[in-house]
């Protein structure tokens, strides 16, 4: 299991205070158990001990100077009696039980929140949400699917075919999905019939709309002839 580091653990008092072992350990004792415990949850279930024998010799002794317990030898032994009993120790290793299983559940939580979260972007990304016709995702979705059909079915007339204007008509299919505004193929037919009349400014007239926020198309508002006023209104004269 890797180690997992958690900020806070779910204290059951009733499981301390039932437990027989503990209701026979005196406060120095319920003192250092707890102190092992915190630190068992805070280092990832594990404390290296070096072996039982360096429990009951003197300055060796890690549980008691992470306890601030001043006691060694007999004296220690006789404190450590009890709590021993709630710990496993094996390859010089110190574990507990419960703190194990916290841990393990706190890292499959961890893991179904992680996975929660990529479905969950994948789901807006792709467009999915859980079959739900009347949501924003959905309606985007199916926008999108038809203004991408669109693009891959029509035809460029002749004066406009070419890479520079493909690309800034990807751009508007995108500026029109981004505004909820669906691209019919009546109104992609028309927009690029008028684009064809003026194909010197076909590209800058779809990006003066794109810059501008505007539904439709307007070849006499192309950068509005350097008039300073080309945030204005345009005028009925377009093709949405």
């Known amino acids: 299991m890797a180690k997992i580091q958690v900020k806070y653990v779910q204290f059951e008092p009733s499981a301390f205070l039932s437990d027989a072992d503990y209701q026979i350990m005196t406060a120095e004792q319920r003192g250092i158990y707890c102190s092992i415990i915190f630190y068992l949850y805070a280092n990832g279930g594990k404390m290296p001990v070096n072996g039982e024998q360096t429990l009951f010799s003197g300055n060796t002794n890690r549980i008691a100077l992470l306890s601030n317990c001043t006691k060694i030898g007999e004296e220690w032994e006789q404190v450590w009696n009890i709590i021993e009993k709630k710990f496993k120790i094996k390859d010089g290793v110190l574990t507990h039980k419960r703190v194990t299983a916290e841990l393990r559940k706190a890292d499959n939580y961890r893991k179904q929140k992680s996975l929660a979260g990529k479905k969950g972007m994948e789901s807006r990304y792709n467009g999915s949400n859980n079959g739900d016709p009347n949501s924003d995702i959905t309606k985007v979705s199916k926008v999108k699917k038809r203004e991408v059909k669109v693009s ?29 505004h669906k691209l019919t193929p009546t109104t992609t037919q028309r927009q690029l019939k008028m684009l064809a009349e003026h194909p010197i400014r076909a ?14 198309l307007f070849p006499d508002k192309d950068n509005n002839n350097g008039n300073s006023n080309a945030r204005q209104s345009p005028a009925r004269d377009h093709i949405r």
């Not at 891959?152 to 981004?178: C, G, L, M, S, V």
């Open 152 to 180: 891959k079915t029509i035809n460029y007339p002749a004066e406009i075919d070419n890479p520079k204007f493909i690309k800034a008509w990807q751009d508007w299919i995108q500026h029109r999905i981004e505004i909820k």
């Open 203 to 216: 590209v800058a007239i779809i990006e003066n709309s794109i810059q501008n926020g505007w539904q439709g």
